[in-house]
Structure formats: C-alpha cells, structure tokens
C-alpha cells in the first residue's frame, strides 16, 4: 500500500481583515497518496488556490492538522519550510511568476541556485526540450506566449525532480 | 547560473541607477585616496625637503621663525638682511660641523611664464654650501672661477627653460633683468627635485656687488656635530641681538601641524562624501528591492531561503562598491596629478617632489575600506528583502 503524500484534517484557512473576516477552507478533509493524479474543481473563490498555498508550504493554515510527506508544515520554521519548498514541491503559478529579467532557461535554473540536493536534478535544457521549447531557450517572458509561459513555468517545477507537482 | 550572475543581471537591468551609483562610490573612493595620499605625500616632501636642505639649523635676521624659514624653504629672500661679520663671528663655534652662508634675492623678470612675468631667485653662494647640500652636484661645467666672478650656476630645471628659451648653455651668457651686469654660464647642477631646481647660482660676493648689498647675507645654514647640542649652541648666539636661530626639525613640525590641523577639516569632508556615497548604496539597493518585491516573493516561493536572498541583495552592494572602488582608485591614480597641480596653486607653501603619494597599500585600505562599507550598507536592504513573506507576494499577483 502506497503511503499518504498529503493529508489534510479539518484544514481552515481564514482570512482576517480589519473588517470582515474570509473563510476560504472550512475544515476540509484530503488524502493524496504517492503517485496519485488530483484535480481539483470548483468555482472561483472556492478556496483552490488557498488549499495549494497550503499544501505548497507557503502559507499556515488557521487550525486542522496538515501532513505533507511525512512532515507537518505548521511546526516547520521558515528555513525548513523553504527546504521543503525547493527540494519537494513544485508549484506552477496560476499567473506563472516567472522572472522577467531572466530568459526561458534561465528561469527554469533559478530552483538549482537554491537548490541543496544536486542528485536529483534534471538538466533544465532537456526540461525545456521535453516541453518543446528548446527554440526559446534565450528568449525572455515578454517575448513569449501564454502557452509557452505556461510550459517554462512547467519545467521550472520539475526541474529539482519534486516528490509533488502542484499546479494552479 | 550562479548567485553572482543573478545579482548582476538584476544591477543591469537598472543600468542609469547602478552607474550614478557607481559613480558616487567611486568620488568617494578617490577624494578618500588622494586625501590620504596627499597627507603621506606632503609630510614625505617636506621632510625631503628639509633634509635636502642640508642645514639643520638657520640663522636669519630678527622676525616670525616660521616665516623667515619657510622662505628659505622655497628658496625666497629672507625678511630682512644680517651682518656679514655675525658669519665670520660664530664660524669657529665648537658645536658647528659645516656652515654657509647665503644671500637670496628675487628679480622680477617681465619675460618668465610666456611674458605674464613672475619671479627668479638668485642665491649668493660659497663652496662650503655644496658640502651642506651632499644632493647638490655638478651636472657639467665646473665651479665659480673666483669668489667675485661674473659667473653662473643654474639648477636642473632652470638650465632646461634656459636653453630651451634661449638656447643658452654652459659658456654662454645670460642678463639679469633690470641689471647691467651679463654672466657666464659655467655650470649646471643635477636634478635635486626641490625648488632649488629652478634657481640661479652666483657667486656669494658676486650677488652682493650686483644687487648692492655688499656686507649683508640673509641666512646662514649650519649643520651642528651633534643635534642635540641646539640649545646651548642657541644659548651661546642669545647675545646677538639682530639674528635669530631656527631649528629646521621645529619648521617642519610646525609646518606638519598646520598641515594636521588642515587635514581634519579635509578629511571630515572625505567622511561626509563617503557618508553619502553609503547612503545612495543603500537607497539604490533599498529602491531595487522594493521595485523587486514580485520577483523576491516568487523566488522564496520556489525555495529560496532567508540567507538565499540576503545573499543575493548582499552581492549586489558588494558589486555597486566593487565597481565603484577599482573605478575610484583608477580616478585617483590618473586624476591625483590634477589635484596636485591644484594644491600646489592653492598651498603658500608646497615642498618639492611628489605631493600625492598614491601608494598600492593605500588603494589596497581604500578598496578594502569601501568593500567593508559595502558589507555594512547592504545589511538593511538585505534584511528588508529576506523578511518579505512569499504568500503576500503570491496572493498580490492573484
């Protein structure tokens, strides 16, 4: 029996404001196991996105317990977290978020400047051939389409080889 | 890619900022080079000066010390004149090893520095002022041929004007402006690299027959067995009421406090300009970082830790006073002979030889110096940068 990637129990997350407050997960139950393909769907404003900054390590949730891979992200510290982060996770922006100074392949090798474990790192020119970009490896993000934006910020997850893909 | 080029690429794309920036640390850099260099340089000039003197004590005529020495300095007339009988009466005092004494005159000559006009200095002297001066040699020609001859010694520098103006040169003849007297050239002496350099030699009589002041000197020059011997030999010269007695050591310790006293008001400008060279890092690196807020936030949200983007802004000050270090040590090194052709316009008084002492230990503290302001001024930025939140930055851009 595969074990659990992710698991999420009673997770909540709310926003607080001067004045409202947002909840956008109200004690929701998830368990991902290793190897598993999740798509998640609802409206806009369902809480999608709160979720994979959750599961992601780049936000704490307001109460419930959270399990990603072995590791509980709400005890971990901000350098744990951004270990977690670089070595395990790999997270394709729903706006994309890539580097405008930098061109496709020098987006895609930022992660390896920040990056500890080198073994497990792919070749970021294969990644962008993988993803049919070997074309527009000097090209900068102005210079690219919402695809190919897309596609880089693919292969900028990839490149450490992260235990799990999120993808907004 | 590496940390370094990352950090470079982020100070190019604001390529106008970086410069000016650049540009700042690199003024502050070179005012902080040429300042230090010119307080080595001038304390080394002036006491090469003073030793080239030869003389380790002056006797010139009643008046400022102070004044009547740094006009022997720079080779100018004493205040007043003195008696030739007071040379002859303290020349067999037991305390002197050598002396020799001088008459310096200045005659106006309408025709010097292209016909704006300027003043040349004449100096009556003796045979025993070459062994006061071991620097002083003959370069060609030979010594007076009598102690009242019509003849002529140039310094280095004068000889070169000389026979380039007027194509003279050892066994010519040169007028004195407003004088009747013509004088053969019949010597030349070797550079000294002091003010000498330029000066005309006569005969000591000579000097006194042609400038009418026979019996007079202004100063004599004397070099005691032992140093420490000064103040009896003074003691033993009090009676003479007209002259006074100048220990060079004093001059020059005078003179280097003045300098001293000039150096804090000069360097406190060097700290203001170093200040506000340190404040534009910071302001530069504190803009970029806010300007860059996305683009930290994304690269802590793809795993760069705290110390990864401290490093990362870190390297950028470190690049910015770099730069502007080497740019400044290379302003200093070929801009320091400006300043000195400045100060030298400016000072009443500037030794010989090189008054900017641009030395490799001295751009060595400099770039170091700046380096460590650099480390110091990139702390905040870097600190403001690491402590961005990724989920803000992300939640922005929703």
């Known amino acids: 029996m595969k074990d659990f990637a992710i698991r999420a129990n009673k997770l909540k997350k709310i926003y607080s404001s001067e004045f409202e407050k947002i909840v956008a997960l109200k004690e929701i139950d998830v368990e991902i196991k290793e190897g598993e393909f999740v798509t998640i769907m609802g409206p806009s404003g369902a809480g999608k996105t709160t979720f994979l900054n959750l599961v992601g390590c780049l936000d704490k949730p307001?109460?419930?317990?959270?399990?990603?891979?072995?590791?509980?992200?709400?005890?971990?510290?901000?350098?744990?977290?951004?270990?977690?982060?670089?070595?395990?996770?790999?997270?394709?922006?729903?706006?994309?978020?890539?580097?405008?100074?930098?061109?496709?392949?020098?987006?895609?090798?930022?992660?390896?400047i920040f990056a500890r474990n080198f073994k497990n790192n792919t070749n970021p020119e294969t990644l962008l051939k993988r993803v049919g970009l070997d074309h527009r490896l000097t090209h900068f993000p102005n210079e690219l389409s919402g695809g190919e934006l897309q596609r880089v910020a693919v292969a900028r997850a990839l490149v450490n080889n992260p235990q799990i893909l999120l993808a907004d | 890619m590496k940390f370094f080029v990352l950090a470079y690429k982020n100070l190019k794309r604001r390529k106008s900022r970086s410069f000016l920036t650049i540009g700042g640390v690199a003024v502050a850099v070179a005012v902080l080079v040429c300042l230090l260099g010119f307080n080595a340089g001038y304390q080394e000039a002036l006491t090469s000066d003073v030793d080239k003197m030869g003389y380790q004590v002056l006797v010139t005529a009643k008046g400022c010390p102070y004044e009547a020495a740094t006009r022997v300095l720079k080779g100018e007339a004493g205040l007043k004149f003195i008696d030739e009988d007071?040379?002859?009466?303290?020349?067999?005092?037991?305390?002197?090893d050598k002396i020799t004494p001088l008459l310096v005159q200045l005659v106006y000559d309408p025709e010097k520095s292209d016909g704006k006009g300027g003043f040349d200095s004449y100096s009556g002297i003796e045979r025993s002022y070459m062994e006061l001066k071991p620097n002083v040699k003959l370069k060609s020609?030979?010594?007076?041929?009598?102690?009242?001859?019509?003849?002529?010694?140039?310094?280095?520098?004068?000889?070169?004007?000389?026979?380039?103006?007027?194509?003279?040169?050892?066994?010519?003849?040169?007028?004195?402006?407003?004088?009747?007297?013509?004088l053969v050239i019949v010597g030349i002496f070797e550079k000294t690299a002091s003010l000498e350099d330029g000066d005309f030699f006569l005969p000591l009589k000579t000097a006194q027959?042609?400038?009418?002041?026979?019996?007079?000197?202004?100063?004599?020059?004397?070099?005691?067995?032992q140093i420490d011997r000064l103040q009896a030999f003074e003691e033993r010269l009090y009676p003479i009421a007209s002259i006074q007695v100048i220990s060079m050591s004093q001059v020059k310790g005078t003179i280097l406090n003045l300098v001293n006293s000039a150096k804090i008001l000069i360097m406190s400008v060097a700290f203001i300009a170093i200040f506000v060279a340190i404040i534009g890092v910071?302001?530069?690196?504190?803009?970029?970082?806010?300007?860059?807020?996305?683009?930290?936030?994304?690269?802590?949200?793809?795993?760069?830790?705290?110390?990864?983007?401290?490093?990362?802004?870190?390297?950028?000050?470190?690049?910015?006073?770099?730069?502007?270090?080497?740019?400044?040590?290379?302003?200093?090194i070929f801009g320091g002979n400006l300043v000195e052709l400045l100060v030298r316009k400016v000072m009443p008084y500037a030794p010989g030889g090189k008054l900017l002492l641009v030395t490799p230990e001295l751009l060595l503290f400099s770039f170091f110096g700046?380096?460590?302001?650099g480390i110091i001024s990139g702390l905040y930025p870097a600190f403001r940068a690491a402590s961005m939140r990724p989920i803000e930055v992300i939640r922005s851009g929703e």
Do not use: H
């Not at chain 1, 317990?65 to 729903?94: A, M, Q, T, W």
């Open chain 2, 86 to 96: 007071i040379y002859k009466q303290i020349i067999s005092d037991p305390d002197i």
């Open chain 1, 62 to 112: 307001t109460s419930g317990r959270l399990d990603i891979l072995g590791c509980n992200p709400i005890e971990l510290n901000e350098g744990k977290l951004s270990r977690i982060r670089v070595d395990k996770i790999g997270f394709v922006f729903e706006d994309f978020f890539l580097i405008s100074s930098l061109n496709s392949l020098e987006n895609v090798q930022l992660p390896l």
């Open chain 2, 209 to 225: 027959r042609i400038f009418e002041i026979e019996g007079k000197l202004t100063s004599i020059g004397i070099k005691l067995k």
């Open chain 2, 141 to 182: 020609g030979e010594w007076f041929s009598s102690d009242d001859a019509n003849e002529v010694i140039l310094g280095y520098d004068k000889a070169e004007s000389i026979q380039k103006k007027l194509q003279k040169t050892v066994g010519d003849k040169i007028s004195i402006p407003g004088e009747d007297t013509n």
């Open chain 2, 282 to 332: 910071i302001n530069t690196i504190l803009m970029s970082v806010f300007e860059r807020t996305q683009e930290i936030g994304i690269m802590k949200a793809i795993g760069a830790s705290k110390l990864d983007i401290f490093k990362l802004i870190w390297i950028e000050t470190l690049i910015i006073c770099t730069l502007g270090g080497i740019f400044g040590s290379i302003i200093a």
């Open chain 2, 370 to 373: 700046v380096i460590i302001i």
